[in-house]
């Protein structure tokens, strides 16, 4: 009856069959890539030692199988094709990844080379927001530019495609 409840990674390791450090970190990349410092996380999780993490992890990296350049380039073309994220919020998922500052810099600029911005910002607002051109009602024109701005876009671009109406302060003082 104990047996039922038992966990099956508690059954494994009864049985003496639990993977390897090696098998577990070359199952989790047959799954998707993965950056170097995830890998370290979810195996740790897993209770492995270090020690066996580094051995399963320079072992991998000599076959090709773990390589943080390439998960970094992967991952960007995956988050701009969604069409939902700006280069900030792009650079804050690598980050938080683990992937090395050096890499991510210049896989952002291979990358989002050629990338319009304008355009994913303008096609998120037709998605989100139809009636914002339309009505032009500046309630709903903050409520767009907070939604780009936690998508990663940066306020210039969210400027120019909302339409602000600024204001000079001469122009205002003098009327």
Do not use: W
């Not at 020690?51 to 350049?69: F, M, N, P």
């Not at 998960?71 to 650079?91: C, N, P």
């Not at 804050?92 to 600029?109: M, N, S, T, Y």
């Amino acid at each position: 009856m104990s047996d039922e409840r038992e966990s099956p990674n508690a059954k494994r390791r009864r049985r003496g069959t639990s993977k390897t450090c090696f098998d577990r970190a070359l199952s989790l990349l047959a799954r998707r890539d993965h950056a170097r410092a995830e890998l370290i996380r979810k195996l740790v999780t897993a209770g492995h030692s270090p020690e066996e993490i580094e051995l399963a992890l320079t072992r991998l990296s000599a076959l090709g199988y773990l390589d943080d350049e390439r998960f970094a380039h992967l991952r960007i073309r995956s988050l701009v094709a969604s069409g939902k994220l700006g280069r900030a919020a792009i650079a804050a998922k690598l980050r938080q990844a683990g992937v090395p500052q050096d890499i991510l810099q210049r896989a952002l600029e291979s990358e989002l080379e050629g990338i319009d911005e304008n355009a994913t910002i303008e096609a998120l607002i037709e998605r989100r927001f139809p009636d914002l051109r339309r009505s032009g009602d500046a309630k709903q024109k903050a409520r767009a530019a907070r939604f780009l701005a936690g998508r990663g876009f940066s306020s210039a671009a969210i400027q120019r495609a909302i339409r602000f109406e600024r204001f000079d302060v001469d122009e205002v003082d003098d009327a």
